[in-house]
């Protein structure tokens, strides 16, 4: 019966000569002694990472729950109005993954929100509609315009892609607003008193200074 010092060596034997085939460095006092092994195979696990199951094609998003709770908040304490709400979701369905950036015209914008509307025949939203709705977003600092039809997403409430991206998205926001910590992507509004969306929930996001992201 071989001893355990005997097993280990031929252990370390099948080690060496695997690493010489997969191109690893390999360590022989004599290149002479190197062997191939034959008929050797190898079985791989299926890998079980989980991956989304979302409904469409146009991917997903990530989004601060803390401001998923206050834009529902914000729509029926009537803080906002249907047009605002509307452009910013079509807006952030629309964003470049990892970038935060949405390529949308105005007319684009008013386009894409009239798709159902146009089939049904029903009530449309103008582009001087969406425009209104635009311009408070960005005093909410919600979204930024950059011109050319770039619209740059508060992606501390909303943004497609990894924690990484976003920093790197951030840092780069902090340096064109000089770091100014009431700046986009800070300071969100709108300006409401709490009392305004106090709608006998006895649970819910408690908006304030806006400087929370959930």
């Not at 509004?189 to 009392?195: A, C, K, N, T």
């Amino acid at each position: 019966m071989p001893d355990a010092a005997s097993g280990e060596a031929g252990f370390d034997d099948i080690l060496q000569v695997l690493g010489e085939q997969l191109g690893e460095a390999a360590q022989s006092t004599d290149p002479r002694s190197r062997r191939k092994l034959k008929n050797v195979s190898f079985e791989y696990e299926p890998d079980h990472t989980a991956v989304h199951d979302m409904a469409g094609d146009a991917g997903y998003s990530l989004a601060s729950n803390w401001f998923t709770q206050l834009l529902a908040q914000l729509a029926v304490a009537n803080s906002i109005t249907k047009s605002q709400l509307c452009v910013f979701l079509w807006v952030a369905g629309g964003q470049e993954r990892g970038t935060g950036i949405a390529r949308y015209t105005q007319q684009e914008i008013t386009d894409g929100l009239n798709e159902v509307a146009r089939k049904k025949g029903g009530k449309r939203i103008t582009r001087s509609t969406v425009n209104r709705a635009i311009r408070a977003l960005v005093g909410y600092k919600w979204v930024e315009q950059l011109g050319n039809g770039m619209i740059q997403l508060n992606v501390r409430l909303w943004f497609h892609g990894n924690s990484n991206a976003q920093h790197t998205v951030l840092e780069k926001l902090a340096v064109q607003h000089d770091h100014d910590p009431e700046a986009f992507p800070h300071g969100i509004g709108p300006d409401v008193h709490q009392e305004e969306l106090d709608l006998d929930l006895t649970t819910g996001p408690h908006y304030g200074t806006g400087r929370r992201t959930g």
